[in-house]
């Protein structure tokens, strides 16, 4: 809904610039007539109100653009989850548990008549509990848009320890999953202690655990209070965007290793410890019950799983508040949320490359017209755009250097016969290219990006104060400058 809101600010904006171009000329035109030094100042005002126009055609331009990348941010975004719709979603893994199911017992409705009322069942969770598992991650392209698949390979191995229940006769038992899209599940193997093999098979949903989707039925002989019954299990599970696993056990160790070297480790559980480089990441996850809850953690898993897949830019929403130890595979360089950082950058360039020409009309003496500060503010506004399509097709880097350069040769020869000069035509491309080249490390910055950029604006800001220092700005707009060109 982005894109919405960039076109509902485009006319606000504009109709501010507007009121500020009306107050700027409405200055300039009452002072024209008093004195020469008051004529000098309405042709300074008059220029700065026409750039103020220029200025609000440029804001509309960025709008524009910023609003074109999020339209395609968020048909990227629709792409993924139709993927996802038709593949299968982020995946998360809830259990083993093991239900425990009574027989109903009598009681009354409110008529005062005999009914069955239905007796909660029983979940037992492990004691302990290991996962351990490498995901593989892929590219699945639609069209221009791609989504990130992966395929996860996971063992598990723990052991439960069963309560008395002599006085709570029970009618079954059950080793029971939630997986939120089970559709992804091409392999499930448990075994017992024993090596003996469990039947596994479609899971029935029960009130309390609406999720579950997994199911193996257990003998009931093996419920034996005080005696540990240990389990083996090997899932092959495929999914989009994110795996998470819920450490449902009294203490748990999750491993998990891929050879993607950009992952984002989510959920209400980070790793205990983690090694991330070129060949990929390994993490590792200590839960134990003091962390969870114990066994008040379960209520929270009881609302149907609603994880979604989603793009890059949001892994942090795909699981919602959920107690679970989670990697989100990203995409370091999204184009989308790179352009989008670029355009919101832009008209601070903008203004920066109009400032420039401004001084080198005061400064040099040479004459520009408005249209002039508008074309070159427009070739700067371009940037975005070329950069934006280039990078939907391209490597990001390779896009922005493509439409960096072609910008900078472009203003740097029409700088040339703007300001009546090829050497400044040259030092204005070569300036241009330079802004370009900081804007790229601020987009490749993350923690130490706002201090780059303020410390980038203080120092433009520093040159343009210390090459006016000695300029006596109501002289600015009476001279006739030669046109000399060398």
């Given at each position: ?403 960096g350069l072609a910008c900078a040769i472009l203003l740097g ?44 604006q203080f120092l433009a800001l520093a040159i343009a104060m ?21």
């Amino acid at each position: 809904m982005r894109h919405f809101t960039g076109c509902i600010a485009i006319p606000a904006l504009a109709a501010k610039s507007a009121l500020f171009c009306q107050i700027v000329a409405t200055f300039a035109f009452q002072h024209e007539d008093s004195n020469e030094g008051s004529r000098i100042m309405s042709n300074l005002a008059k220029k700065l109100a026409m750039l103020g126009i220029v200025g609000a055609v440029i804001v509309v331009a960025l709008l524009c653009i910023e609003s074109k990348v999020a339209e395609r941010s968020s048909r990227r975004d629709q792409v993924v989850e139709q993927i996802a719709a038709e593949f299968a979603g982020a995946q998360e893994l809830v259990g083993p548990l093991v239900m425990i199911e009574f027989p109903d017992k009598p009681g009354y409705n409110r008529d005062k008549e005999k009914v069955l009322e239905r007796v909660p069942p029983l979940f037992v969770r492990p004691g302990k509990l290991d996962v351990a598992g490498s995901v593989a991650a892929e590219q699945r392209y639609r069209g221009l848009f791609r989504a990130r698949t992966f395929e996860a390979a996971l063992t598990l191995d723990g052991e439960f320890v069963f309560p008395d229940l002599s006085e709570r006769p029970f009618t079954r038992a059950r080793l029971v999953f939630a997986v939120a899209d089970a559709r992804g599940i091409r392999e499930l193997q448990l075994t017992d202690d024993a090596g003996q093999a469990l039947v596994v098979k479609p899971g029935g949903s029960v009130e309390e655990m609406p999720g579950i989707n997994v199911q193996s039925e257990l003998d009931r002989r093996l419920i034996v209070p005080a005696r540990p019954w240990k389990f083996h299990g090997g899932l092959k599970i495929a999914g989009s965007g994110a795996l998470a696993v819920a450490p449902v056990a009294e203490a748990n160790t999750i491993e998990l290793k891929s050879s993607w070297p950009h992952p984002s480790f989510i959920g209400e559980f980070l790793p205990a410890s983690r090694n991330i480089d070129a060949s990929g990441f390994a993490a590792k996850w200590q839960v134990n019950d003091l962390a969870t809850g114990g066994q008040d953690m379960l209520p929270r898993f009881h609302a149907p799983s609603q994880v979604k897949a989603r793009g890059a830019s949001h892994p942090a929403e795909v699981f919602g508040a959920r107690p679970l130890a989670a990697v989100a595979l990203l995409d370091p360089v999204d184009p989308y949320v790179l352009s989008d950082r670029a355009v919101r950058y832009g008209f601070l360039f903008v203004l920066i490359t109009l400032a420039t020409v401004l001084l080198f009309e005061v400064l040099q003496g040479a004459r520009i017209h408005p249209m002039q500060y508008l074309l070159a503010g427009l070739a700067v506004t371009v940037f975005f755009m070329l950069l934006f399509s280039l990078s939907e097709h391209f490597n990001f880097a390779l896009s922005y250097a493509a439409a960096g350069l072609a910008c900078a040769i472009l203003l740097g020869y029409y700088g040339a016969y703007m300001l009546e000069s090829k050497v400044r035509g040259l030092v204005f491309g070569v300036g241009v290219a330079c802004l370009y080249g900081l804007m790229y490390v601020l987009l490749t910055l993350e923690d130490t990006a706002l201090l780059v950029g303020a410390v980038a604006q203080f120092l433009a800001l520093a040159i343009a104060m210390v090459l006016t220092r000695r300029l006596n700005w109501y002289s600015v707009g009476d001279n006739e400058p030669s046109r000399t060109a060398t």
